[in-house]
């Protein structure tokens, strides 16, 4: 080749020069546990359906949700949101109001009329499923997706389990319920109502099933011994709440007290002022710290007009009078009695004291464990007796709708393993995405939507909705305040950051790939990585 | 064609998006609304392969620079390298990592070979064609000095661009006329009562070309992307001498961690040591508002080269006069005042 004067070398590209040689630290994408993810116990893949909601692809987003969790109207409404809890974003300026999206997703999907994908071949084996609460729906609706033919089998006049019989409707409106039920229904589900399991063995003979799920739930209310004269009015909270469904609304006088320091005393007592009580006492014998439920309940029936009366166990009841004993903590904060009584006018006692399961079902199958009133399982969900499986409040557990259903889908997932001969892998677990995996910078200030909070006025006296939703601009809002912890959102941040150019952008919806010939290892884009999706590894040198 | 200067201020401000407004990118908007840094198209001016140190500030910022001014002038420049890093590590002969027409001459003459790019390209016709000069900072406050005054005073039609990392580096990190104060270089070491580089000495680049009236002064940071790209596409609509200094971290001279790049940047912002400001005509029209306010002392204890400030009382005092000098850019750049309204 003909050089120019004074040129005797061809120009070449830095390109020859492989930069790569030089790195002794490799950078590489991750995706890590998001800390919603990991809080869920149903199991969702919240940041995945979060990240089709930041983009307004909200049917996307529901057939994301969908695959773990077949009921988002009705979690966006009753799950108390462990994930909201576990949100890197509080740490920023609020969490993310992913149970407010959830719904959102729910209502769009009722309105819109968007269903489920029908399984794709049928495997010829057939599931009972006794109960259809919420883990018996969720494991119906895993197992008929996967394609087994599911019978649920319900000892109640209509399915929903305590979703409908013990959630009072100022949280759950009994439509959206019907809607979400009608949906696992339309998959091909049988459900057969008013048909208690008497003899679970018999029944699975009879109808030729090859596994049995049990989810009967806790119905029987716990009581307590309390004295009480023949003219007084005792009945207990799971009572109460399932015969709110019935024709005839039970009475309780103006004056009503409730008994006990979980989430259904507090349903109680808001059910009672709705139905007509000017006052509504709840007693409970520890403290307001010490309640069992969930302090927004207990902040939303303050709100109500509803009273408190801690440190306080009911020793009798007569007529219009109950007697109270004064308790107090002792240093391990158990209470105490101190032999102060006083007494307190009440027309009705309503006992909140936990519930029981009713295990009749049971009687003469061999294998099974009981303890404490629970069926015992193993880490598959199965009981003693091979090919029954169990889940929901029937075993051990913290009894939520959104554990019941995760106990469903996981059962489903043993259940298909066992009838085709396997076992189920849960796939690994990948590292979790804390905060200090994220750099807070390139987030922009962006505080929560506050869902429209009916009056607490109109509350007492009604059973209408109390939370309201999100429109579609603050739930798109609200959905991209999501952090996409440990997921790549596609920011760019790396492929724009690299001083060596040696990030390669694959165009949307593929991500990045690091161009290992040229990349010095500097570790710039992992720690510009706003979401922690790049980590950097040791070369073997 | 789209209005350039229009485009950059859109992406300066996306406040609907939570995410995506500090970002590089951001796949809930359009192309057009995304940065030239996020586009698959990217001129990519300066390429794979050039032998800058991990994590280098100057490569990142020369890059970003020239992607930006290749979109605004839609390619047709022409670029002159005064001799620093950025031309060492770029063009060891017969290698170039350079994907735009680029010339070197000497040290100090950037400036003026660069206004005779200008003229050349003026005569033949060829207008559109427009000149661009770079150089660190020794070539730029030191040698290159007086060209660069000239080029401002004969207000000639060239976008000059200082990548400031604080010293002579390649050459084995000497002090220059904006190293700042207190900082070690071989040339000032670390030692005797006034260790590293003395205070009342140096310039300010960013002032001197505001007081030379000319159209356009700016300064920014490889921290923020945005302002930087809107900065130079703004600076290519007008004709006429413009200068923008752009910081730029550089782990080997300042003996920072190769990966705290583009966070010392940030922090050189947020404690107020580089204010982020723009001038037009000798007046000073805006300044970027510092966001999570942070003490000098944040910004300056990952460099090894302050490391001497944070060991005695005597380093404690003279981190006190480096506050001091923050706080004085804070009060006159307007830094922690709320943001106006554009109108």
Redesign the interface.
């Known amino acids: 080749m003909k050089h120019p004067f004074a040129v005797t ?11 790569g040689s ?1 790195r002794t630290m490799r950078p590489v994408y991750v995706d890590r546990l998001p800390p919603c993810n990991h809080a869920c116990p149903a199991g969702e893949n919240i940041q995945a359906w979060l990240y089709h909601a ?2 307004g692809d909200y049917e996307s987003a529901w057939h994301v949700l969908t695959k773990d969790n077949p009921m988002p109207a009705v979690m966006g409404r009753v799950c108390y949101h462990p994930c909201e809890g576990a949100c890197n974003r509080a740490q920023v300026d609020e969490t993310v109001g992913i149970n407010s999206v959830e719904r959102f997703l729910g209502d769009e999907a009722i309105k819109r009329n968007w269903r489920f994908t029908p399984p794709e071949a049928e495997s010829g084996k057939r599931v009972l499923v006794v109960g259809a609460g919420p883990s018996g729906l969720s494991a119906a609706y895993h197992l008929r997706r996967i394609g087994h033919g599911v019978a649920i089998h319900d000892a109640g006049p209509a399915a929903g389990g305590m979703m409908r019989f013990g959630i009072p409707k100022y949280r759950l409106p009994r439509e959206v319920l019907d809607a979400e039920i009608k949906r696992i229904l339309d998959l091909g589900v049988e459900l057969k109502l008013n048909a208690k399991v008497d003899n679970i063995l018999e029944t699975m003979k009879a109808g030729r099933f090859n596994a049995a799920f049990l989810a009967v739930g806790a119905h029987i209310g716990k009581r307590s011994y309390i004295p009480a004269g023949s003219a007084a009015k005792v009945l207990d909270a799971v009572t109460l709440l399932r015969s709110m469904e019935g024709e005839d609304k039970p009475l309780l006088g103006r004056r009503v007290v409730v008994y006990g320091g979980g989430n259904t005393a507090i349903d109680a007592a808001r059910t009672a002022r709705r139905l007509g009580a000017t006052e509504a006492i709840i007693v409970y014998r520890r403290t307001r710290d010490r309640m069992p439920a969930h302090d927004f309940e207990v902040e939303e029936a303050l709100e109500e007009g509803i009273m408190m009366k801690w440190l306080s166990t009911i020793k009798r009841m007569d007529e219009g009078v109950l007697t109270v004993e004064k308790m107090q903590l002792d240093e391990k904060g158990f209470p105490q009695p101190t032999g102060e009584f006083e007494t307190l006018e009440a027309e009705s006692l309503v006992l909140a004291l936990g519930q029981d399961v009713d295990l009749s079902l049971l009687d003469g199958v061999p294998g099974l464990q009981i303890k404490d009133g629970v069926v015992q399982i193993d880490a598959n969900m199965m009981t003693g007796h091979t090919g029954i499986f169990a889940g929901g409040d029937m075993v051990p557990s913290e009894r939520t709708v959104t554990v019941a259903v995760g106990h469903g889908k996981k059962a489903a997932l043993h259940i298909d393993a066992w009838l085709c001969g396997a076992a189920h892998a849960p796939a690994e677990k990948h590292e979790l995405a804390s905060f200090d995996k994220l750099n807070s ?4 200030d ?1 505080p929560k939507t506050v869902r429209p909070m009916l009056e607490g006025v109109r509350r007492q006296n009604t059973f209408e909705e109390i939370q309201g939703g999100l429109d579609e601009t603050n739930a798109l ?1 609200e959905a ?5 912890c440990g997921n790549c ?5 790396c ?8 990030v390669i ?1 694959l ?2 919806g593929n991500r990045f790939r690091f ?1 290992y ?2 990349c ?5 884009c ?3 990585c ?1 979401c922690g999706a790049i980590k950097m590894v040791p070369e073997s040198i | 064609m789209t209005d350039p200067t229009a485009t950059a201020a859109a992406t300066q401000k996306l406040p609907f998006y939570q995410k995506g407004t500090f970002t590089v990118g951001n796949r809930l908007v359009s192309d057009g609304e995304r940065s030239v840094q996020a586009s698959i198209d990217r001129s990519n001016a300066l390429t794979c392969g050039h032998r800058a140190c991990q994590g280098c500030g100057e490569a990142l910022g020369a890059r970003y620079a020239m992607d930006a001014a290749m979109r605004a002038t839609g390619g047709n420049l022409i670029a002159v390298n005064a001799t620093g890093c950025l031309e060492v590590f770029t063009t060891p002969y017969p290698e170039t990592s350079w994907q735009i027409p680029w010339l070197h001459s000497l040290f100090g003459n950037a400036a003026a070979v660069a206004t005779g790019v200008a003229a050349a390209m003026r005569v033949k016709g060829r207008p559109e064609v427009r000149a661009i000069a770079q150089g660190g900072d020794g070539g730029t406050t030191d040698i290159g000095f007086g060209c660069l005054s000239g080029m401002f005073e004969r207000n000639d039609d060239v976008l000059y661009i200082c990548y400031d990392n604080e010293g002579y580096m390649n050459t084995g990190v000497q002090r220059s006329s904006a190293t700042p104060p207190t900082a070690r270089t071989a040339t000032t070491p670390a030692i005797g009562p006034e260790p590293g580089n003395v205070f009342g000495t140096g310039k300010n680049l960013p002032k001197i070309a505001v007081a030379h009236g000319i159209p356009y002064v700016a300064t920014a940071t490889v921290a923020d992307l945005h302002d930087l790209e809107r900065k130079v596409m703004k600076a290519m609509g007008i004709h006429g001498a413009r200068y923008i200094h752009i910081h730029v971290p550089c782990p080997l001279g300042w003996g920072s961690a190769s990966h705290d790049t583009v966070r010392l940047a940030r922090l050189a912002v947020e404690s107020g040591l580089f204010p982020v400001f723009e001038a037009e005509y000798g007046i000073v029209t805006s300044s970027r508002k510092i966001r999570r306010p942070v003490p000098v002392a944040e910004y300056l204890k990952p460099q090894r080269r302050f490391a001497h400030l944070f060991k005695d009382a005597a380093g404690s005092q003279r981190l006190a006069r480096l506050q001091a000098i923050a706080d004085r850019n804070i009060t006159e750049f307007k830094l922690l005042e709320p943001e106006e309204e554009a109108g």
């Not at chain 1, 492929?495 to 040696?502: E, K, L, Q, R, S």
């Open positions: 070398l061809d120009s070449g590209s830095s390109l020859a020069n492989l930069t030089w930041e983009s910078w390139y987030y922009a962006a809002y991209r305040r999501c952090l996409s959102f596609e920011c760019d941040n492929y724009g950051v690299c001083p060596d150019n040696a952008k165009g949307p161009n010939d040229y010095k290892g500097c570790a710039l992992a720690t510009e706003p």
